[in-house]
């Protein structure tokens, strides 16, 4: 018997994962054997973030009633006059979607298996996240109604997973998976290294671009010998993706300051450029190999250090396969 995979991928947005993840997802999925995928909807649109940090909060609300009508659509023909009933697995990239209530209302009311699962990326649980600042008071009781029916959440560090032990009551069923990051080995060995430090996050709250100014006054009155080392903001620089793993090849070190991480991708593929990472000595940033602070002072000291460091940073050790994720669906 054939087993169906529904895909539903998040809008393809060039500045963020969302285009690499749809990409590197499709490509793994064709590794397959006895098993159809589709994708919902087959070809996601590129969309601009214009109103939002992460996402575009009017875009992405269109993009997620579209796919969930296609998917209804999907479900509807392919069972609603069927009586082969085939077992079937709906799988979000991001399992924060407001779909998932009209999915739920669908499973519960007709006799076919259906399995749910998706990535999650954070939530209101999250503190310092966009939905805990601002939606806070009606998002705790929704995502704790979600997660806890679904069948599998992936994560991406063990610090996220114990987040949301106050949120799932069923731990088992929230899995520590490896993300996939990007990489590029050609990139990384055949770029010389400069005297840069680089901001990499978005300029959200959250990540608090602030306190990197700080470092780089204090690092300039303090270091004189270095003042000509680069301090530069990603977001400030570059224009696109390609600029973007530019930069941090180009660089010696990255900073990041957030009030919270739950994986750190821009840290990972900094490392896999070749820059030193420089985190804060929590989150999910305790699980990875950089170079960890507990204050701006301790930070502006290890930046120094790395600078001036001859060895080879340590690399992330993620790829952008997406296997350790598929095999689980």
Known sequence: MERLIFFLPLERIKERYSDQWFRWFTRDFKKLKGIKIITVPKRPQTQRIRHGEWLDVYGTNMFKAVQTAMLVRLLQRFYGASTLKNPITVFFMDLWHPGLTALLYIRDNIPYPMKIKGILHAGSYSPGDM???????????????????????FVGSKWHKDYL??????????MVVKF??????????????????????????ERQHGNFKIMESTFLMKYPKDRHVKFLCSHEVCKTKGEYYKLLARAK???TCPMNENFGIAVKEAQNLGAWAVVPNKFAYKENSAVKYDTLDEAIKLVHTCLHN???????????????????I
Do not use: H
């Open 253 to 255: 070190v990255v900073v």
């Open 165 to 174: 032990s106050d949120v799932v009551t069923d731990q088992d069923k929230v």
């Open 131 to 153: 939905l805990n600042r601002n939606c806070e008071e009606w998002c705790i009781p929704q995502e704790r109604a979600w997660f806890n029916q679904v069948d599998e959440i």
């Open 310 to 328: 001859k060895l080879k940073p340590p690399m992330s050790g993620f790829t952008s396969d997406t296997m350790d994720i598929i095999r689980r």
């Open 180 to 205: 996939p990051v990007y990489t590029n080995d050609r990139l990384r060995n055949n770029t010389p290294k400069e005297d840069i430090v680089v901001f990499p996050n978005r300029f959200d709250p």
